[in-house]
Structures are given as structure tokens and as C-alpha cells.
């Protein structure tokens, strides 16, 4: 406000004094201004005109900023700023975005800065554990947070070997503690860690394995027998259930919350719907049955699958549900039933001899036996209770099955010739190598499952190579897609024939001896009906391997029975006649008395009958007459030569040999019971 005082002060001394050279002087001074003003602010926006020459002190008198003496220079500068277009928030703002990302950049750059020498002092600092310290560990414990530390260790340096590794240990050295420790740490066994470590990278390993650690979302499938998707999804929102479909089906809902037990609502009760694993649903989808179909469910409990396929069968054809264990049957029919599916039939058979049982099928589904690494969420007990020998087993029970599943279908179906072949694991020896066995021993050949999702089937692993066409099959995970490990592999069989480099002998299955000898007994009404039976079996002309392992037992057994056998009724007539000459010296000490004559009639009377029986156990005994009929052992060299034939022969004599016991004990009875007699007898003569 000095510059506005001081200009008054001089305009009213000069009004006052009248003085016209200062008037001149004021106004030659106002125009030099404003000249300067015009020349200075030509880009300036036009102002409002003054009449009065005192037009500048007269527009700071309508509340513009005062100008002062010392801001003139940088009233220039301001106008040259505004003259590029920036008002004076726009500068500042402009200022304070520059100096938050100068902040910024300086944040990162410390931040990396102090990664790399975290990182750096981490790699310091690692040691590779001593074999003592990792003993200790095991018998003491360990925090676990020391083991994550570890485990978080040796990724690093195993994505970065060759700069961070230890020159003193190996990569199969960091890999095996990396094993010990992810084992430890999700409470694996070292043996499935490690198939997940051939099949993955080591990150993807701890991603698949958090993933077991989570539930498996809930998911339920609408039985369109009695409704529809639309329908239940209402009904069910109505009782407080919150679910959504899932896209890639038309019958699948996701159930994110509910008030009520899912699985006890009315529309459950009714049948309205099925629980069932999201994943389980694509073994049925690539199958696609077709109306008036005859399918084949071949592992069916606990029946979502088999009464999906009715479902899609519209209660059209037929559905035969087999399974070899007959306790889950239960459950099987409870669901058929409540479902409402009339078009299905129950079998308890072993898939393995179906062909035998029934065949011609347009398609077949092969829901087969595994390892359940897939389901680790559901059953956490598939973590240690798996290992190398279980998976030996089952990959020869799972080739037996798909050949059998494709010896069920007929190939000369007009709409079929389908098999299915699904499990809920996700190891490659039992899916690809299974489909690779397969295809290399049948006429058939992989073609589309028509899913529109899911990793591609492996062409190879760790050194082998499969068939190029498995690349048609699927594999879902549970860290990717957030469902069930599942695999689903769709054949299509193109000949009836089974090429004869290749045929194998059919399936009979096996019998212990134990329930042998329960069966022989229960039927065993006479000895002689008994062995008519036993000539009678049926002998398997090309027994398996397993079968010829059985056989040599079973040899062996008849061999060591039969040499008791031949020991027997010596050891049997002298039990006999020792029991004999006991009995017949209590008999004396007793009878030492007088006995009346009534007695005596009766034993003069008893004197044949003991007396004949007698002599026809001492012409034929009772131990021996089995034994004469009973066929001579072969020689060890016929029994090496067929095995196939004569392992039911040494089946047949070691149930002989059992019968032959028997025919003994009953002898011995009766012998106690004439052992009285021929007391009384010997007493009469002496």
C-alpha cells in the first residue's frame, strides 16, 4: 500500500498547487505507462478502458493486489507466466507433482536398493544345514518359521544356481533339502513331494501344495429329471443359499454361502439336485450320451455320474452301475432312487471280468481306482498314506480296467464305440501311461473330449514318450482352476478284434484258501458229493502270473500235507488201540465185582456185533482206505512243466487231503464208541 499513499500524497499536492507543469508531468508519465503496458501485454486479454487518465490507481482501488516498489520485477516475470497460460494454482500444482515423483523415484530406487542388499546378506548368511542338524531337527523339532526361511533360501538360489549355489554342494543337494523341508513343512511324505517336483518348477510345486491346503469350492448339480436350473437356483435363494452357475456347464450352480445345511434342504430331499464335485462333471460331459444308448458305468458309486448319464439319457436306453464293492452299492441305489432315474441296472461284478458278464455297449465310462492325489483338499490323508508301491498296484489294476472297458464297447455302434477313461489324480503313471498302453494294445484312437477348458495331456516325461494324440486329453489342477485334480481322456474304438500279439487270457478271479476251505465245508453235505465237485471245477488253461505264484504255494502246502497224510494212520491205528487198552483196563479194575446175569446176557448178546466190526477194522482200515483211494503225487518235473493244469490239481489234493482228515476224525469217533464193547469182550475171553 506504500506505492497507492505515496501517489495520493503527490496528486493532491499537486491539485492543490495548481501547478500545470506537474499536471504535464503526470500525465506525460501515465502515457509512457501505458505505452510500456501495450508494448509489454500485447497478449494480454483486452481490459476495461478508463476515461479518467488515472485509470491504473483507479482499477487498484476495485480490490485488485496492491503492486509494491520492490515486487515491479517480478510483476514482469508473473505477466511473462501468464502469458504462457499457467495461473498461479497451476504452478504450484505443476511444482508439487514434480516433487512427489522426484519422491517417488528416490523411494523406489532405496527400495531396490535395499532388496538386493537384503537379498545379498540372505545369501550370506544361508548355510546348507549339516545331515546332523537335519537329524536333530527330526527328533527334536524345528519352528517352522525357520524351515519357511529355508524353503524361501533355496528357491532363490535355485532359480539363480549358478551365482548364488554353494561350490561344495550340488543341485540334487539343494533339491533333496528342498523336499525334506516342503514334506515337513505341509506334512507330506517325501515321495509324493517329490512327483511333484518332476512334473512342476519348484514355485508352481508350492503353489499346487497351498492349493491342497484351501477347500474346494461347493457345487451341486441340477437334475433336470424334476427341474430346472433356473427353478432350483430360486428356490434355493430363497432360503438363504448364495450361488451363482458355473458357465462352462448347464446344470452346475456354485454355492458361496448358506444359511441351511445344503445338503438337508427339501429340494435335496425331493431330488431336485445332486452334490458334486465341479470336476467330475467333465468325465460325463466328454462322454455325451446319446437317448436309447446302452452305457456302462463300470466304478459307479456313490451314482453322480451314472445318474448324470440318465439324466442326459432323459430316462431313455439303459445305465448299467457296476461295482466291485458291494457295501457303497448302498448309497448307489439311495441316489438312483431319490433322483428319480428308472432306466438303471446294479451290478456287483469285478470291472476286470465284465466282458465276460455283458457286453456290446455304445459307450462305457471308467471312473477308475487311484491315488486321489487330486482330492488331497478332501482327503488329507492321501498325504502320507500313498507311496511307491501302492502306485505299482494300481497302475496294473488301471490297465487291466481300460482293457476291459474297451472289450465292453461294441465298435460297430452306430452312435457310439466311446470309452471314457477319468481319475481323480494327477500323476502321469496313471493317466498318460495308462492311455498309452491302451492305444498301443487295441484298435482304438484319441479323439476330442469336446471340453473347452483344461491343460493339454503330456506327450512325454522324464524320458518317455507317448503317443502324440494325448495332447487331446485333459488335465485340471487345483491351484490353476480352482477344482479337483482331475484327468479325462475319450477313446474311440475302432475294431472288435484284439490283435493276438496282444491277447490276453480272461480274468478269473482268485480265491485264498481259507475261503476255499469255507466253501468246501458249507457244501460238504457227503464226502463223496465233495469230491464229484472238486473233479468237476473248471481249470484256468492259462493262469497269470500272479495265479502261477499262488500255485507254487499251494505245491507246496499239498506237498507238506500229503507227507503228514502219509504218516497219519499209523499215528491214528496206534491212538486207537492205545485208547482201546486203556479202556479196557478201567474196564477190568471196575468190574472186578460179580455182575448179575442180566449183565452177562447182554454181553454174550453185544459179543457179535463188536466182534464183526472187528474184524472188518482190522481187513480194512479206517485210516488207510482213503488213502488208497487217493491218486498218487505227480513228480516235481510234470508240475514245473504245466503249471497252467496242474495247479488245480494241487488245489484238489490239498482239499483231498482236507476230506481225508476228516473221513480220520469220524473214524476215530467211531472207534471210542465200540471201545466199551471190545472191552467187555477181551474181559469175557480172559
Given at each position: 500500500m506504500e506505492s497507492y499513499d505515496s501517489d495520493s500524497d503527490m496528486m493532491d499536492d499537486d491539485f492543490s498547487s495548481g501547478a500545470p507543469s506537474s499536471k504535464k508531468n503526470l500525465l506525460d508519465s501515465d502515457d509512457d505507462n501505458e505505452d510500456d503496458d501495450s508494448d509489454d501485454g500485447a497478449a494480454l486479454p483486452p481490459s476495461k478502458s478508463f476515461s479518467d487518465s488515472n485509470a491504473k490507481w483507479l482499477k487498484q482501488k476495485r480490490g485488485a493486489a496492491p503492486e509494491s516498489s520492490d515486487d515491479e520485477d517480478g510483476s514482469d516475470e508473473d505477466s511473462d507466466e501468464d502469458a504462457g497460460g499457467f495461473s498461479a494454482m497451476e504452478r504450484k500444482s505443476k511444482k508439487l507433482d514434480e516433487e512427489r515423483e522426484r519422491m517417488e523415484a528416490d523411494a523406489r530406487a532405496e527400495l531396490e536398493e535395499q532388496m538386493d542388499r537384503d537379498e545379498a546378506e540372505m545369501d550370506d548368511r544361508f548355510q546348507f544345514p549339516s545331515q546332523e542338524n537335519l537329524e536333530l531337527e527330526k527328533t527334536l523339532g524345528v519352528d517352522m518359521a525357520i524351515v519357511k526361511g529355508r524353503i524361501d533360501s533355496v528357491m532363490a538360489i535355485l532359480n539363480d544356481f549358478k551365482n548364488k549355489r554353494d561350490p561344495s554342494h550340488n543341485r540334487q543337494d539343494y533339491v533333496q533339502l528342498l523336499v525334506n523341508d516342503l514334506a515337513f513343512f505341509y506334512g507330506y511324505n517325501n515321495f509324493l513331494v517329490e512327483k511333484f517336483l518332476q512334473m512342476f518348477p519348484p514355485q508352481e510345486t508350492i503353489e499346487l501344495l497351498e492349493a491342497n491346503e484351501r477347500p474346494r469350492p461347493v457345487t451341486?448339480?441340477?437334475?433336470?429329471?424334476?427341474?430346472?436350473?433356473?427353478?432350483?437356483?430360486?428356490?434355493?435363494?430363497?432360503?438363504?443359499?448364495?450361488?451363482?452357475?458355473?458357465?462352462?456347464?448347464?446344470?452346475?450352480?456354485?454355492?458361496?454361502?448358506?444359511?441351511?445345511?445344503?445338503?438337508?434342504?427339501?429340494?435335496?430331499?425331493?431330488?431336485?439336485?445332486?452334490?458334486?464335485?465341479?470336476?467330475s462333471l467333465t468325465s460325463v460331459m466328454a462322454l455325451d450320451p446319446q437317448p436309447n444308448e446302452r452305457i456302462l458305468d463300470m466304478a459307479s458309486a456313490p451314482g453322480g455320474k451314472t445318474t448324470h448319464i440318465a439324466q442326459l439319457l432323459k430316462n431313455t436306453g439303459m445305465v448299467v452301475a457296476n461295482d466291485v464293492n458291494a457295501s457303497r452299492l448302498t448309497s448307489l441305489v439311495a441316489n438312483v432312487h431319490r433322483l428319480g432315474v428308472q432306466n438303471c441296472i446294479?451290478?456287483?461284478?469285478?470291472?476286470?471280468?465284465?466282458?465276460?458278464?455283458?457286453?456290446?455297449?455304445?459307450?462305457?465310462?471308467?471312473?477308475?481306482?487311484?491315488?486321489?492325489?487330486?482330492?488331497?483338499?478332501?482327503?488329507?490323508?492321501?498325504?502320507?498314506?500313498?507311496?511307491?508301491?501302492?502306485?505299482?498296484?494300481?497302475?496294473?489294476?488301471?490297465?487291466?480296467?481300460?482293457?476291459?472297458?474297451?472289450?465292453?464297447?461294441?465298435?460297430?455302434?452306430?452312435?457310439?464305440?466311446i470309452i471314457v477313461y477319468s481319475t481323480c489324480s494327477i500323476l502321469p503313471e496313471e493317466n498318460e501311461e495308462i492311455v498309452n498302453y491302451a492305444l498301443s494294445r487295441r484298435h482304438v484312437k484319441l479323439v476330442d473330449s469336446g471340453l473347452e477348458f483344461g491343460r493339454p495331456g503330456m506327450t512325454k516325461f522324464r524320458g518317455k514318450k507317448f503317443h502324440p494324440s494325448l495332447n487331446l486329453t485333459r488335465r485340471y489342477y487345483p491351484h490353476v482352476y480352482n477344482m479337483d485334480g482331475f484327468y479325462v481322456a475319450k477313446l474311440k474304438k475302432l475294431s472288435n478284434t484284439?490283435?493276438?500279439?496282444?491277447?490276453?487270457?480272461?480274468?478269473?478271479?482268485?480265491?485264498?484258501?481259507?475261503?476255499?476251505?469255507?466253501?468246501?465245508?458249507?457244501?460238504?453235505?457227503?464226502?463223496?458229493?465233495?469230491?464229484?465237485?472238486?473233479?468237476?471245477?473248471?481249470?484256468?488253461?492259462?493262469?497269470?502270473?500272479?495265479?502261477?505264484?499262488?500255485?507254487?504255494?499251494?505245491?507246496?502246502?499239498?506237498?507238506?500235507?500229503?507227507?503228514?497224510?502219509?504218516?497219519?494212520?499209523?499215528?491214528?491205528?496206534?491212538?486207537v488201540m492205545d485208547s482201546d487198552e486203556n479202556d479196557e483196563s478201567s474196564s477190568e479194575e471196575e468190574e472186578v465185582a460179580p455182575q448179575p446175569p442180566q449183565k452177562k446176557k447182554k454181553v454174550t448178546e453185544e459179543k457179535a456185533v463188536p466182534s464183526k466190526m472187528q474184524k472188518d477194522d482190522k481187513k480194512k482200515p479206517v485210516a488207510t482206505k482213503p488213502a488208497k483211494k487217493q491218486p498218487e503225487p505227480e513228480p516235481e518235473s510234470s508240475s514245473d512243466d504245466q503249471d497252467g493244469s496242474d495247479s488245480m490239481d494241487d488245489e484238489e489234493k490239498e482239499l483231498r487231503a482236507k476230506l481225508v482228515a476228516k473221513l480220520q476224525a469220524k473214524a476215530i469217533m467211531k472207534k471210542k464208541q465200540l471201545a466199551p464193547a471190545s472191552s467187555g469182550l477181551k474181559k469175557k475171553h480172559k
Open positions: 451341486i448339480r441340477t437334475n433336470t429329471l424334476k427341474t430346472r436350473r433356473g427353478d432350483l437356483t430360486k428356490a434355493l435363494a430363497t432360503r438363504g443359499v448364495n450361488l451363482e452357475a458355473i458357465e462352462w456347464s448347464k446344470v452346475a450352480l456354485q454355492v458361496f454361502e448358506s444359511t441351511v445345511p445344503i445338503g438337508a434342504t427339501p429340494e435335496y430331499l425331493a431330488g431336485h439336485y445332486m452334490l458334486q464335485s465341479a470336476s446294479v451290478s456287483n461284478y469285478d470291472g476286470r471280468e465284465f466282458p465276460k458278464v455283458l457286453g456290446g455297449f455304445d459307450r462305457v465310462m471308467l471312473d477308475s481306482p487311484c491315488t486321489g492325489t487330486g482330492i488331497i483338499s478332501r482327503d488329507p490323508s492321501v498325504k502320507t498314506s500313498k507311496n511307491e508301491e501302492d502306485l505299482v498296484k494300481l497302475n496294473q489294476l488301471q490297465k487291466q480296467l481300460i482293457l476291459a472297458a474297451i472289450d465292453s464297447v461294441d465298435a460297430a455302434s452306430p452312435s457310439g464305440g484284439i490283435p493276438a500279439q496282444y491277447e490276453e487270457p480272461a480274468f478269473v478271479p482268485e480265491k485264498t484258501d481259507s475261503a476255499s476251505v469255507e466253501s468246501s465245508e458249507a457244501d460238504s453235505d457227503s464226502d463223496s458229493d465233495d469230491i464229484t465237485q472238486l473233479a468237476q471245477r473248471k481249470v484256468n488253461p492259462v493262469p497269470t502270473q500272479q495265479q502261477q505264484q499262488n500255485n507254487k504255494k499251494r505245491k507246496q502246502m499239498a506237498k507238506s500235507s500229503a507227507a503228514e497224510f502219509d504218516a497219519a494212520p499209523v499215528g491214528a491205528d496206534k491212538m
